[in-house]
């Protein structure tokens, strides 16, 4: 199931760079296009595109914050469960001897 999982993700992570590039190269290839006027499909599509582009950034940038905040939670956790931690003489390895 984990391979299948690995796999899934991978084709997920070109779709996203796939759909990333094309619509980067969309924008560059029509940005200088003769505009009919007010409703040109062409500036539609191109708005489209941004509003696509800049969805992508702003959802791999919570990706990112979120998995970011998880790691430093988890790390300030384990610090504080090591300093509050039971401290005994058995757990120190203290041997009392007269």
């Known amino acids: 199931m984990t391979k299948f999982k690995r796999i899934l993700s991978f084709i997920l992570a070109i779709a996203f760079c796939f759909v990333f590039f094309c619509s980067v190269m969309f924008i560059a290839a029509e940005s200088n296009h003769s505009c009919s006027g007010e409703d040109c499909p062409i500036c539609a599509q191109i708005n489209l595109c941004k509003d696509l582009i800049r969805r992508l950034v702003y959802t791999f940038a919570s ?32 041997k009392l001897s007269n």
């Open 63 to 94: 990706v990112i914050l979120a998995l970011s905040m998880h790691f430093a939670i988890i790390k300030i956790i384990s610090f504080y469960k090591y300093l509050v931690e039971n401290k005994t003489l058995v757990s120190l390895n203290i």
